[in-house]
Structures are given as C-alpha cells and as structure tokens.
C-alpha cells in the first residue's frame, strides 16, 4: 500500500482534482484488471484509447485516474490527475511504485535492428556463468536469477518491467541484460529506469508499419542513448554508419567496437567456419561457437561490455568461449547418413536475412545447394516483403516462399509481395508452397547429399498466427522429424 502523492514523483501534472494523500493499492493501465483503491493510468494506444474506458474503471473502484484529458463527469471521492504524457506519468508511476528498482542493480540495454537477444542472452549467460546472479529481459524469454518466465514482447511495458526488476531486487540479482526496441522507447517504456549502459547494434529496415520514415526510427532509437546518464556507458557499432549519430547527445562515456574501423574494441576474423568463430582481439585470440561475421560482432560486443562492467578479461575469454548460441538464431542440426544441414534462424528483416546467407556461403564449399525457406509477417511492414524476395534468390541456389505469421492477412497475397522482387534470371529458383510445414517438407525431400537448408523468420517462435489464433509450430522440430526420415 502506498501513498499517491509518492508514486507521482516526477510526473508532469498539469491539475489535480482531489486527495493526492489516500493510500492506494495496486496500479493498472488495462481497466479490466481495476479492483478497489487502485490507480488507473489511461494511455492512447493505436488500436484503443484509455480514456474511453476511464468509467469501467471507476465503476470497479479506482481510487485515482491519471489521464491527458479529464472526464466531463468526477466521481466524487475519485482523485483525478491530469497529466501531460500519460505513457511517460505511467513509466514514472511504475518506477515509484515498485520503489525504483533500476537503481538497485546494473541495468544494460541492448538496442538496435539486429542482434539485441543474441547479446542480451549471451551476457547473461556470460555473468551467470563467472559466477553473479542475473537477470534477463529479453524477446525469447525473461529470467529472474535462474527462474524463467514467458516474454509476451521485447520490451515489456512499465509496470511489468518494474515488477520484474523488483523481483530481481528481491532475489538478489546482481546485472540486469535487457532488450530495448523502438517501440519501448517510443511508447516509454524505458523511461524512469537507470541504465548501467548501452549498446548499439545497428540499423536496418524494419518496423516501418509502425515508425513513418528511416529518419524516425533512427532518432527514437537515439533517444535512448541521449536519455543515458553520465554515470552509464554507452557502446557503439562504428562500423555501422548510425553508430556515430547514436552518440552526439548522449551524457554517458563514449565506447564503440567494429571490425572494419579503427574503434576501442576491434577484433580480425582469424577463421570462420561452421564450428565457429576465431577472432583476435586486441592481441588476444577468443574462439566462440556462434557463426559467421555478424556474430563476430554480437561477440565483441560482450567482449566489450563484460570488461566496461569489471569482468578480468581472462575470464571473460574462457567464459565466452563455452557459450552456445541462442534459440532460435543460427541453430542447426546435421541428418546422420545424408549430411544435410538444417540452420534455423529468425532473420526476418532485410539485413539481417542477407547476413546469414552470406555467412553460409562464405562458408560452404559452392558444391551443395543452399535452399532457403522463407515468407514475411501479416499485418507489418510491407515494404521489405519484394527486399526479402530479392535478397533471398539472388543468394540461394533455391528458394521456396511461405507463410511466415500471416496474421489477418491473406498469406498468398503476402507471398505475391515478396515474389516482386525477385529479378528475371532468377524466377527459375523459385517455388510457392503457402503451407509452411509443406513447404519445410519440400526442402527437405529436395535436399541431396551435404546440402545445406536455411529456414528463416520465425526462430524461436513456437507457434504460428493466423485470424488472430496462435498454433503450435516449430520450424527446428518440424526440420528435425522430415530430416530423419531421409535417414531412413
């Protein structure tokens, strides 16, 4: 129970009407879950709006409402709070409420297009591992020391990152690893949290649906860095031509990393292969599992940041060198009598699907197929669909376009999209197969000996959304029974 004049530290109030000093119980922004004495914040989001539902929440027994524009009729004994930013009162209200429990550990956010839960996960294993209890806020999965829990989106919103970081307080954690998306900062999400740190990946196309413009989606992912105070660090791919913007306002030490430009942390690829990575980094030689040249830079990124935290590089190296890679991104498993290789990844942006199809063909012989089976998201951005196309038969020997998560959409009209950017002199690599089990199915029967098969976008999601229902599916499950039936 709390005081709410103490949980509106911070917010931007514009009037009040009422008792600021009544105890209040619980905090909401969803009206259905409002009981007794409870604060309701109303937030305009793109599909509702909060204020519609100010009466519901009232009739349950809210004790407060937080709102930008105040209902034409009070309720008497009801504290109305008029604010000028409802999303940003409820990251302030959040914070304050669960005591502000960023500031009881070290808090590291990932942001960027490409790979946030590749390095969020490997530093908390990394930490886990040297020994720290840690947390993990993350697109795959949350954890609170070593209990897991279901990660419903990327970044959750400000009351359940709060009570997670609470329950982190509560549990003794040490180091918080969190992924940060464009869509958390614009809406946010991370405001009122103190950061430790931040990284950097890069940027690319992709969530344009939501975000107008490049432009846009660029300076909301800056704005993190620009919020970072002077007592946190931030990290920064220079390599990509974003990472230099991302650091112009930021009041947070400056650190960047690259393989290509001269940076604090660089590292050369000694050797790049499907047993994974050699790097030499700063006269020191660091051998990892994960593959190719953009985990070459995930993995630098931990490097960089494990020592930026304390860690002694020794152990670092030894630690880094026992870490697996994510589920969901580049995983792969080898049928025993054909040697088809099966790699699962969630590449489903531009970028991120011609980085894994030029790491497998940098590393394969040329002598094999690579056969890649891919589709896009309903109901997202549908200007990268034909880039998708494009990228993904001019890279691969063969190519069979899919369903994805069609979502409300008409999954062959999606398919129609991505096959636009396919070029003349490679139609004859491709196929339609809008069933995305039929289509696993059929790469696998075309396969030969020693071929190499991509499946691509859904990674670690085990399920598939279709007319707003979710089915079970596995895209590494599912290639693992076809595989083993080629044994037979």
């Not at 830079?297 to 590089?313: P, Q, S």
């Not at 096959?419 to 089990?437: D, L």
């Amino acid at each position: 129970m709390q005081v709410l004049k103490d949980i509106l530290y911070k917010v931007n109030i514009k009037s009040v009407s009422g008792d600021t000093g009544v105890t209040i119980r619980d905090i909401h922004f969803d009206s259905r879950k409002v009981s007794l004495n409870d604060v309701f914040i109303a937030i305009r989001g793109s599909l509702s709006d909060g204020h519609d539902f100010i009466k519901n929440a009232e009739n349950q027994g809210a004790l407060a409402i937080v709102c930008e524009e105040l209902p034409k009729e009070k309720v008497n004994g009801v504290t109305y709070i008029e604010v000028a930013d409802s999303k940003r009162a409820l990251a302030y209200i959040s914070a304050n409420y669960y005591e502000n429990p960023s500031e009881n550990l070290k808090l590291v956010g990932v942001t960027g297009t490409n790979g946030k839960t590749t390095i969020a996960t490997l530093l908390y294993d990394l930490f886990t591992k040297a020994g720290f209890k840690c947390g993990l806020l993350s697109t795959v999965k949350i954890m609170v020391g070593d209990e897991e829990r279901t990660a419903i989106r990327t970044t959750p919103d400000s009351i359940s990152i709060n009570s997670h970081l609470s329950d982190m307080n509560d549990a003794g954690v040490e180091f918080c690893f969190m992924e940060v998306s464009s869509h958390g900062i614009d809406q946010h999400r991370t405001t009122a949290l103190k950061f430790k740190g931040g990284i950097f990946t890069n940027l690319s196309h992709d969530h344009l649906d939501y975000h107008k413009d490049f432009a846009e989606y660029r300076d909301v992912k800056k704005r993190f860095f620009d919020e970072l105070p002077a007592s946190a660090f931030a990290l920064t791919n220079i390599d990509d031509k974003n990472g230099d913007i991302m650091l112009q306002n930021t009041k947070a030490k400056k650190y960047s990393y690259a393989l290509k430009s001269y940076a604090d942390y660089q590292a050369q690829i000694l050797e790049n292969n499907f047993t994974g990575l050699l790097l030499k980094v700063r006269d020191q030689e660091l051998w990892s599992r994960l593959i190719g040249t953009f985990n070459a830079y995930n993995v630098l990124a931990i490097y960089a940041t494990a020592e930026l935290l304390g860690l002694k590089t020794l152990e670092t190296l030894r630690i880094i060198s026992e870490l697996n890679s994510v589920s969901g991104r580049f995983q792969y498993v080898i049928s025993e009598k054909e040697k088809v290789t099966a790699i699962v990844d969630y590449a489903h942006t531009p970028d991120a699907l011609k980085n894994v199809l030029e790491t497998i063909n940098s590393i394969r012989t040329r002598n094999e197929n690579l056969i890649t089976v891919v589709g896009c998201g309903g109901d997202r951005d549908s200007t990268k669909r034909p880039k998708m196309g494009h990228i993904a038969s001019a890279l691969s020997t063969k190519v069979i376009f899919t369903s994805d998560n069609p979502r409300t959409e008409d999954p062959d009209k999606i398919i129609e999209d991505v096959e636009a950017g396919v070029e003349p002199q490679n139609f004859k690599k491709i196929m339609s197969v809008t069933n995305r089990k039929q289509a696993i199915r059929t790469a696998c029967q075309m396969a030969t000996n020693n071929d190499i098969i991509l499946i691509a976008g859904k990674g670690h999601e085990t399920y598939q959304e279709v007319n707003g229902e979710r089915f079970d599916f596995d895209d590494l499950k599912i290639v693992k029974e076809f595989l083993k039936t080629l044994d037979k």
